[in-house]
T-cell receptor, first 115, second 112 residues
Framework: GAGVSQSPRYKVAKRGQDVALRCDPI?????LFWYQQALGQGPEFLTY????????KSGLPSDRFFAERPEGSVSTLKIQRTQQEDSAVYLC?????????????FGSGTRLTVV | KNQVEQSPQSLIILEGKNCTLQCNYTVSPFSNLRWYKQDTGRGPVSLTI?????NTKSNGRYTATLDADTKQSSLHITASQLSDSASYICVVRTGGSYIPTFGRGTSLIVHP
């Protein structure tokens, strides 16, 4: 596609529920990033993939967060046993072989609300 | 610790007026600095990118400046339009790292 597509756009989850957020990056983009953005804050790094390899997951806030990109294209961010503090916008970004130096393209994000 | 501080936190201006947003960073070693525009409910979109040797870069009504000595950058918006209402985020990347440091953003509201 022409841009980074994220789904769903909005997700309301009951506390304790598991959720899965999908990111479909620009075709051919090697690098894929997940960010968490709280209201009124800048995006915070969660994890980074190069193709199917998860090279950095240092930003994942707890072991309830899990991300995968099994075929090096679509990625899924899974949050188990959601808590209220997980409420945020989850942004996905991808870039080509030049990495960030050539510019991220961000998706529109998934707004997760845990009630 | 790498940090990016932006000011003001929010700004309200009248349509047609100019404004300047500030970004101070402590990131080292410096690789590049980007300004992003984030409309409500959308992902950030890159406006400009500047490397160490660049002092000024323009993109239409947006002009970014960089002072690598003082580690400061500014984004100047000329003749503001209602569509400029958004959050503007300063992002700095260190050399050798693929994880940039994001500022918290400046929320700009342009009133008619």
């Amino acid at each position: 596609g022409a841009g980074v597509s994220q789904s769903p756009r909005y997700k309301v989850a009951k506390r304790g529920q598991d959720v899965a957020l999908r990111c479909d990056p620009i075709s051919g983009h090697v690098s894929l990033f997940w960010y968490q953005q709280a209201l009124g804050q800048g995006p915070e790094f969660l994890t980074y993939f190069q193709n199917e390899a998860q090279l950095d997951k240092s930003g994942l806030p707890s072991d309830r967060f899990f991300a995968e990109r099994p075929e090096g294209s679509v990625s899924t961010l899974k949050i188990q046993r959601t808590q209220q503090e997980d409420s945020a916008v989850y942004l996905c970004a991808s870039s080509g072989t030049g990495g960030e130096a050539y510019g991220y393209t961000f998706g529109s994000g998934t707004r997760l609300t845990v009630v | 610790k790498n940090q990016v501080e932006q000011s003001p936190q929010s700004l309200i201006i009248l349509e047609g007026k100019n404004c300047t947003l500030q970004c101070n960073y402590t990131v080292s070693p410096f690789s590049n600095l980007r300004w992003y525009k984030q409309d409500t409910g959308r992902g950030p979109v890159s406006l400009t990118i500047m490397t160490f040797s660049e002092n000024t870069k323009s993109n239409g009504r947006y002009t970014a400046t960089l002072d690598a000595d003082t580690k400061q950058s500014s984004l100047h918006i000329t003749a503001s339009q209602l569509s400029d209402s958004a959050s503007y985020i300063c992002v700095v990347r260190t050399g050798g790292s693929y994880i940039p440091t994001f500022g918290r953003g400046t929320s700009l509201i342009v009133h008619p």
